[in-house]
């Protein structure tokens, strides 16, 4: 076991894995963290909680996970290099640790562009996959990024990192994975899997690889709530890849029948990514409809979740 | 290059307000070939102002030079004269030019007419790119010629995150994707294998983030400043 946490045990023990993911609220509320989490309680394995998503300023990733702790959900924080440098990721990270957090996801981070604070200066001291050898180095060899000895207790994490398979350029992606799995990560979760096909083709050379014997992989999943979300995400959004077919059916469907639609839709991608080899288990970002993870986990047979 | 453009005119105009001589400088290495500040605009920025303050019933005066580098005292004695005339100077150069002037004439204030943008190239009539960010620590020879510090959005150095699509950057569609570029290169040079390889932390010390930096060759120096 390298951190021991529910989501490392659920996945050696040869589960397939279900993680939920949860948005901080643009404000101080706790009362949110505490409603969001009734409904990702007991339906998932361990819960993402987003680090300044989208780069608008949201609360904190590790204040939240350790409020998730309390509620007795596990947390998976995670850790962008968008604004943080290598001091306070580390120091964050102790940080983490010592309040029992231990599932981390390294990213890279979204451009500040995108976010509410578009004029604010970036740090990207590190890359996701230096951000993985330095939390592995943290771990593995108690020794922080400068290569300095730490004294006392070590940060252990299950380390996860990010991949989407349907950027470009295509050919290369499963390489960038095989980089991340030397770089350190213990588990992958992906960009939201919409078109199954094209993903299975990835994870084909992704198994032809042999990554999937180093690595449990989690396909990224997601209801679509309305046709302007469906519309909006195949257009727009940079490395997603929504097939046609699924705004059809959004939009053939009645406006009051499109929320069931979306969980439809779900399901069946739930089911389907499920048969690919390779793939451990899914990763559910209902986004802002945390109150659709119970019927979407219930309708996919991922309950009820196993006690490891 | 180093590549800049004009301030907007009304900024200029702010600047200048409390004076009346003005001793516009322009330089003719990097801005005249990039058309931000050489002979030809000192001239035209001259115009500009004469109307413009006219037009607001002020009675200034500009008078107008260009040197061949600003941003070396030798080049800058040849205006010296003009300088001692003036009230103010506003410089067209970049801000290693402003700062030149600065220092080599203390008793004016040195105003910059100019930002400077960036290192960059013509990459075709009218359009000027980012090239390079001075971080001190070529990395060149491992991304095929093309640089990831200064063309990918992220200056990430281990291949193109989740945003490149197309070719493209997800910051803006008119940006090309650096690490979708050097994919290209890479494989059109049969290494790959470039890519593959996890490159480690960087060292930013070298650059910016090391602190103002600066060259000493001692093979160069005067024996009597040594």
């Known amino acids: 076991m390298k951190a021991g946490s529910n989501l490392e045990k659920v996945l050696a023990a040869g589960h397939f894995a279900a993680t939920g993911e949860l948005g901080p609220p643009k404000s101080a509320d706790r009362e949110v963290i505490e409603k969001k989490a009734g409904y990702l309680k007991g339906h998932v394995d361990a819960v993402n909680i987003t680090d300044c998503q989208t780069a608008v300023v949201r609360m904190s990733s590790i204040s939240v996970g350790t409020m998730l702790l309390g509620l007795g959900l596990e947390p998976t924080i995670q850790m ?147 046709l302007g979300a469906a519309r909006y995400m195949a257009k727009f959004v940079p490395g997603m890849d929504v097939p046609d077919e699924m705004v059809r059916r959004m939009k053939e469907s009645p406006k009051e029948k499109r929320e069931e639609e979306g969980i439809q839709i779900c399901v069946e991608i739930i089911q389907q990514v499920r048969e690919i080899p390779g793939v451990a288990g899914i990763h559910l970002m209902a986004i802002e409809w945390e109150e659709a993870v119970p019927e979407i986990t219930e309708r996919a047979g991922l309950l009820p979740r196993p006690q490891v | 290059m180093i590549v800049a453009e004009q301030k907007p005119l009304d900024e200029i105009k702010a600047m200048i307000a409390d004076y009346e001589k003005i001793l516009i400088v322009g330089c003719g290495t990097c801005v005249t070939v990039c058309f931000a500040g050489g002979e030809k605009e000192v001239g035209i920025l001259a115009s500009s102002l004469r109307m413009a303050t006219k037009l607001d019933g002020q009675n200034k005066e500009f008078l107008e030079a260009t040197v061949q580098r600003q941003c070396e005292y030798e080049y800058n004695e040849e205006v010296a004269e003009q300088i001692k005339e003036a009230d103010v100077i506003l410089s067209l150069a970049c801000g290693i030019g402003v700062q030149t002037l600065t220092e080599q004439f203390p008793e004016k204030l040195t105003l910059p007419g100019l930002n400077t943008t960036f290192l960059g190239q013509p990459t075709e009539q009218g359009v000027w790119a980012e090239r390079c960010q001075a971080c001190g620590d070529c990395v060149l020879a491992l991304t095929g010629g093309i640089c990831p510090i200064a063309r990918c959005s992220k200056s990430l150095l281990n291949g193109p995150c989740g945003g490149s699509q197309n070719g493209k950057c997800e910051i803006d569609p008119d940006i090309d994707c650096a690490w979708q570029l050097i994919y290209d290169r890479l494989k059109a040079l049969d290494k790959l294998d470039l890519m593959m390889q996890i490159k480690p932390v960087k060292d930013w010390s070298t650059g910016r983030d090391g602190g103002p930096r600066r060259i000493v060759r001692e093979d160069l120096r005067l024996e009597a400043a040594s």
Not at chain 1, 96 to 117: V, Y
């Open chain 1, 80 to 226: 962008t290099c968008r604004d943080r440098n290598r001091i306070a990721i580390q120091a964050d990270l102790l940080g983490a640790a010592a309040l029992g957090i231990k599932n981390l996801l390294c990213l890279t981070g979204d451009h500040q562009k995108f976010g509410n604070h578009p004029r604010a200066k970036n740090v990207f001291d590190l890359d996701s996959m230096q951000l993985l050898q330095m939390v592995k180095a943290m771990r593995d060899e108690k020794r922080f990024e400068c290569g300095e000895e730490m004294e006392g207790r070590e940060p252990r994490f299950f380390i996860g990192a990010a991949a989407n398979p349907f950027a470009d350029p295509f050919e290369y992606r499963p390489h960038r994975l095989a980089k991340k799995v030397a770089a350190g990560a213990d588990f992958i979760q992906t960009q939201i899997v919409f078109n199954v096909p094209k993903f299975a083709e990835f994870m084909k050379k992704v198994c032809d690889l042999g990554l999937h014997e180093k690595v449990y992989i989690l396909a990224g999943v997601s209801p679509i709530k309305t």
